[in-house]
């Protein structure tokens, strides 16, 4: 008597191959399929290289789609993604789903750089029109990395991993980006890996250093507050620029532990200032998606020993949008502890007066490029004193930034703005510079006091 098991269907060897090779959700190649091509295509070159391409997409914000709508709304993208790629790569092409929300594809007859740039192009075109989920249709964009054989590599690792480089480079370089490999590509990456782990050790040892610039009543250039600005010397680096490793941070996932450290040090001088100045520090677009940011922020000021009474905390309209839902709870919690927040670099933003009515502001800053030509750019001009007086009628603050010339500390006080900062009031300066700074200038250093 046969078993039950006799009469189950037989899966042959060839079904079991394709099994292997394929993706289930997309019936895509996978990455062995993917494999096995490149050696097949190097094999059949080795003796005459001519070139062909491999290419890596990443679908840019998937994540975010799974978290709102749903894994099965992620599986639905995914197959809409392969359906078009499957229909758009050149003849001779294959595609994959290389990993996750990444496909990978194999260019036999893209010989170089432009004609790599050109398909990535085209298919990222393809891939920016609409997903239909039914109810709604989503936009996305995708980022690309191409590897050409056998300049990026002559074995399938080494392609991969040069694909995998260029993809990682317009990852960096925000979404929707084109990179084809090359070798300066190569030690730009290399570099950034090693100034991210000079950073982290720098942030270990405590050597990022924090200095603080005046920002002044402009009616008399009183002090009324210093801002604390982030500065790296690296015995090895030399000088590294905030505007390079903070995005970096950012980027590599380890801005907390950085804000975190340049908070307390901030924190820290604070104490040995008048009581009535305030602190002003920068938020990051990472920490206003981090719902701990709050709990993470108090607790800081708690062991120091500083009022929250006496901190600002400054932040872009870009980082509140970033993640507005999770933006709104953590500020909400921070001003509920006492703690004033100002919306940064305003004026040069996509939608800021929205950000003035969803958000509760404490103070607006100026951004430097109206500050800069209020003496001799008329519209600059008519634009700050708008701000000025929209400011007024919400009961928000307004800080000038950048200012440099004493004209155009006389133009904005004459416009009745409050405040302002810049080089004309001073340079960014150390702790120890920043108390000699009050002494020789505060009016009242007898006012000083380490209780809060």
């Known amino acids: 008597m046969k078993s039950p098991e006799s009469n189950a269907p037989q899966v042959s060897q060839h079904e079991l191959q394709a099994m292997a090779y394929s993706d289930p959700l997309t019936g895509l190649g996978n990455r062995y399929r993917l494999r096995d091509k490149v050696r097949m295509l190097a094999a059949e070159r080795a003796s005459d290289p001519a070139p062909f391409t491999i290419?890596?997409?990443?679908?840019?914000?998937?994540k975010p789609i799974n978290d709102l709508f749903g894994m099965q709304a992620g599986d639905e993208i995914l197959c809409q993604v392969a359906h078009r790629l499957k229909a758009c790569v050149p003849d001779g092409a294959i595609v994959t789903r290389h990993?996750?929300?990444?496909?990978?594809?194999?260019?036999?007859?893209?010989?170089?750089?432009?004609?790599?740039e050109r398909v990535g192009q085209m298919i990222k075109d393809v891939l920016s029109a609409p997903y239909d989920l039914g109810?709604?249709?989503?936009?996305?964009?995708?980022s690309f990395g191409f590897a050409i054989y056998p300049f990026a590599g002559d074995d399938f690792e080494d392609l991969l991993k040069s694909a995998e480089t260029a993809l990682y480079r317009s990852k960096?370089?925000?979404?929707?980006?084109?990179?084809?490999?090359?070798?300066?590509?190569?030690?730009?990456?290399?570099?950034?890996?090693?100034?991210?782990?000079?950073?982290?050790?720098?942030?270990?040892?405590?050597?990022?250093?924090?200095?603080?610039?005046?920002?002044v009543r402009l009616t008399d250039a009183t002090v009324i507050g210093f801002e604390a600005l982030a500065r790296w010397n690296d015995p090895d680096l030399g000088f590294v620029s905030p505007a390079v490793f903070v995005p970096l941070a950012e980027e590599r996932g380890f801005i907390d532990?950085?804000?975190?450290?340049?908070?307390?040090?901030?924190?820290?001088?604070?104490?040995?200032?008048?009581?009535?100045l305030f602190l002003s520090f920068n938020l990051s677009s990472a920490q206003l998606m981090d719902p701990g940011t709050a709990a993470n922020i108090l607790s800081i000021l708690r062991r120091v020993g500083l009022d929250p009474r006496r901190v600002e905390l400054e932040i872009t309209e870009t980082a509140v949008?970033?993640?507005?839902?999770?933006?709104?709870?953590?500020?909400?919690?921070?001003?509920?502890?006492?703690?004033?927040?100002?919306?940064d670099d305003f004026g040069t933003g996509q939608s800021s007066l929205g950000r003035l009515r969803d958000f509760s502001f404490d103070k607006v800053k100026i951004d430097r490029a109206?500050?800069?030509?209020?003496?001799?750019?008329?519209?600059?001009?008519?634009?700050?004193?708008?701000?000025?007086?929209?400011?007024?009628?919400?009961?928000?603050?307004?800080?000038?930034e950048g200012i440099e010339e004493k004209s155009e500390a006389e133009k904005l006080r004459s416009l009745g703005c409050a405040m302002g900062q810049g080089y004309f009031y001073g340079r960014?300066?150390?702790?120890?510079?920043?108390?000699?700074?009050?002494?020789?200038?505060?009016?009242?250093?007898?006012?000083?006091?380490?209780?809060?």
């Open 99 to 116: 990993d996750g929300d990444e496909f990978a594809f194999v260019l036999p007859l893209v010989f170089e750089r432009t004609g790599a």
């Open 135 to 142: 109810d709604r249709n989503v936009r996305l964009s995708s």
């Open 321 to 343: 949008m970033t993640s507005a839902d999770t933006a709104q709870r953590i500020l909400t919690e921070l001003q509920n502890a006492g703690i004033r927040i100002s919306l």
């Open 370 to 400: 109206f500050v800069s030509r209020i003496s001799t750019d008329r519209p600059s001009e008519h634009i700050i004193k708008a701000i000025v007086a929209m400011c007024d009628g919400l009961d928000l603050e307004v800080v000038a």
């Open 172 to 215: 960096r370089r925000g979404r929707g980006q084109i990179t084809v490999y090359s070798r300066e590509i190569a030690q730009e990456m290399k570099s950034a890996t090693q100034l991210e782990q000079a950073l982290r050790h720098a942030i270990i040892t405590d050597s990022v250093d924090v200095h603080f610039q005046p920002i």
């Open 257 to 276: 532990a950085l804000s975190e450290m340049l908070l307390r040090k901030a924190a820290e001088a604070a104490l040995s200032w008048p009581r009535e």
């Open 55 to 62: 290419g890596v997409a990443n679908i840019d914000g998937f």
């Open 428 to 452: 960014p300066v150390d702790a120890a510079a920043t108390h000699r700074y009050l002494q020789e200038n505060y009016r009242d250093m007898a006012s000083v006091s380490r209780s809060t």
